[in-house]
């Protein structure tokens, strides 16, 4: 079930923004299996966003909806520059 939701969620962080493929796609590989259900929801949530709003909140030019958002947007930046 695991790798499943892994697969799903790396298919589904392929988007228009080669920047956006970056960032989403290195993090569902090197972090998916620390995140627990609900930063899975969230990640979900985040996936739903449009490109554009989705870049602006990794930029740091928007604030996320809410803390948890707002957080695992932190923890995808930070896999970028580890």
């Known amino acids: 079930m695991e790798d499943a939701l892994q697969r799903q969620f790396a298919w589904r962080s392929r988007r228009g923004l080669l920047e956006l493929d970056i960032l ?3 993090f569902v590989e090197h972090d998916f299996h620390s995140m627990d259900a609900v930063e899975c ?3 979900e949530r985040l996936l739903a966003y449009s490109d554009q709003e989705l870049l602006e909140l990794l930029m740091g030019r928007t604030h996320a909806r809410d803390s948890g958002e707002q957080q695992l947007l932190q923890k995808i930046i ?4 580890a």
Not at 78 to 81: P, R, S
């Open 24 to 26: 989403l796609q290195q």
């Open 41 to 43: 929801k969230v990640f």
């Open 78 to 81: 930070q896999t970028y520059q």
